[in-house]
Every structure is written in structure tokens, then in C-alpha cells.
């Protein structure tokens, strides 16, 4: 394949006509994001088993492809492609519809969790590329030749990785678990865009409903701030910050700059702003707070348990050759814990306890905390060394 770049409409609407012929294609952009409020798309890259450009989305208009994402016909294949995946949903409000993940559908087949494009193609297909251009800005005209073939490479080998994969998974019988992942992801970021991204911020679960309340507030202004002033979010108000005001909850503009770290320029212009927040979310009737986060520990021995089964979880993943960060992390774990301790409802199974991950650690997990299993180290240059065994 020869290396181009696309700048003109009618040759970019026959590569989409190409596109949808081959069925398949594989994705990847280039992107600035530092200094907006959403990242700013600089390049789309896209390559069949017959053809490989770079499109330029200054000089055209690459609205056709955002439909071409959202049939039922055409499979797009990326490499961590959540930023792929959000473009489009910002331009066309739709997820989606084929998506494949090399990297997901890696740490299915391999302990390797995630594997940056240059490792996954070394591993899969003994293949060396230079990452030359990783701080390349994207958004400078002409692009050199140089450029080009760097972001060009980013998905000439995409599709023959997914040929290797998708044959050993099929082995396997693993395409169904590749099949729920890549829907998950894409689950992931419909649900950043319903809201309440705000629940997730650090410390915000010790924050009792009238805190929160603030912390609500105050994301939504930010929100809608940084958008209005196309700046990331972080700079309009830092997450410590809001944080802090939840629990400082200031009545003035002064009181609010008397923190050290709000007692800036950018801060001051937004001083009025970010009071009237505050006072407005405490204004509201306590049954529109939102309600504080439940300390839903199973016990004192919820931390003991939770490592004994982290133990048994990591050692089953790697019996089948199969990463633990993809089964399952430490919150998931706790997840398990307080369901199985509070009758194991089926309305109410966690993630552990639902579809392939099931079929992996369901069983495992139960026997291990019913003690009908016993753990003993078989071999410790192994990369399993623990084997547990039925108590008789």
C-alpha cells in the first residue's frame, strides 16, 4: 500500500465507497487535546486489506464516515479506541455499531493488559515500528511525508492483528467474551454522556448529602463552563478544589479566595460564579440531595477476604492465559463480596457473577470463600503457581 493523504472530497467519498464494499476497515485519529475542552481531531487514518490513507478533516468534510461507523455493515477495527469511539458520538449523538478492540481482544488471549500498538504488534506479528512522531502537533500544516507514513502505520497492521486474534479466540471459543467487551465499551461511553460523572470524583464518597449536593452543582458549572470557553475542565476548577469547596462551603467571594490555591487570576474571574453555586445547591430541600454513599463493607474481614480472592482470581487468569484487569479489579472483587454476603441475589449480580466472567471465576470465588477448596503452591517458577484443590 502507498501512503497518502486525503484532502480532497470527491477522493475521500470513494474511499468510503471502497469502505463499505470491503466491509471492514480499521480506524485510527490523531488528536489534540491539551488546551480544549473536547479533543480537537487533527487526522483520521483508515486502511483495508487493499488500501491505507490518512484523511486531513481541516480540508474535508468527513461527515460520511461517522455513518459508515454507525451501520450494520461495515466492521471498523481500532486499538484503544475510546477516543475513536467518542468522536463519534459527539458528532452524530450514535455509538458505533461493529466495533473491534485489538487491544481488549489481547487481554482475552494473554496476561498482557493493556499493550500499547507497538508491543501488541511485536507480540502478535513480530513486527517492529518507531514511534518517531508521538509528539508530533497534529494540528500544523503542511504534514511532512514522515508524518503521514508515521499515522498510516498506526493501522496498516490493524486488521492482520485481528485476523490472528479472532482465529485463536475462535479456538478457544473466546469471540463471544471479545463480542460483550467491545458492547461494554462502548456501554462505558454512552454512560459518560447521561451524566454523573460526578460520583466518580476522588474523595466524593466521604461527602455527606448536603456536600454532594455542592459537588453536583459545581461539576454541572464546570461543565458547561469549560464547554463555553472550549477549555478542559481541569482548568476551569481542579477536582481537589471542588472537593474542598463541598466541604468549605463559602458564603462570599472572599471567603472563597481565602484558600491559597483559589486565590488566582483564573479563579477570581469566576469567584461570583462559583458562590452562587454553592448557595444554590444548598438552598435546595433536603430530599433533592443526593443521597450519600452507603458504607456497604460485608465486615472487618472484607479487606482479608478480598485478598485471598484476588490471589485465586489472578492465578485462574493466568491458567488461562488471560488478564486479571480485564476479569476484574479490586472494586469488582468488593462488589462480590457484599452480594454473596447479602444472599446472592440474581437481581442484583455483580459483574463477576454475569456473563463469561461467570463461566471464569464464578464457581472459584464461591468455593473459595465456603472453603470447599484448598490452596496449596504447586510450582513457583510458574506463572500459576497455586493450585486449588477439592477439600475432601
Known sequence: MSD?????????????????????VAFDTEFISENTFRPKLCLIQLATRDQAAAVDPFEVDVSDWWN?????????????????????????????????????????RSSSYPLSYERLLLRVLNKTIHSTETRTDWQRRPLTDRQITYAIDDVRYVLEVWDRQKAWLGKKNRLTWAEEEFERLLDDMEAERAGGQWMKLSGVRRLNSRQLAVVRELYRWREQTAESRDQPMRRILRDDLLIDL?????????????????????????????????QMALALPPDEFPPRFRNNDSGPDEPVLGKLLALALANRCGELQ????????????????????????????????????????GDLLRNVVEGKVALRVADPNSEHPLVFEPVE
Open 68 to 108: 459508515i461507523m454507525q451501520d450494520d455493515q461495515t466492521t471498523v477495527v481500532v486499538h484503544a479506541g475510546r477516543e475513536e469511539s467518542r468522536f463519534c458520538l459527539t458528532s452524530t449523538g450514535q455509538r458505533p455499531r461493529l466495533l473491534i478492540d485489538v487491544q481488549l481482544a489481547e487481554g482475552l
Open 246 to 278: 463541598a466541604r468549605r462551603q463559602p458564603k462570599s467571594e472572599s471567603e472563597l479566595l481565602n484558600s491559597r490555591d483559589l486565590n488566582r487570576t483564573n479563579f477570581r474571574r469566576s469567584a461570583g460564579e462559583i458562590v452562587e453555586c454553592v
Open 4 to 24: 497518502r493523504l486525503i484532502t480532497d472530497q470527491k477522493e475521500f467519498d470513494d474511499l468510503c465507497s471502497h469502505i463499505r464494499e470491503a466491509g471492514i
Open 322 to 361: 488471560l488478564s486479571a484487569g480485564i476479569v476484574g479489579t479490586s472494586s469488582d472483587l468488593k462488589d462480590w463480596i457484599r452480594w454473596y454476603s447479602s444472599g446472592s441475589k440474581p437481581a442484583q449480580a455483580p459483574r463477576l457473577s454475569t456473563g463469561w466472567r461467570a463461566e471464569v471465576c
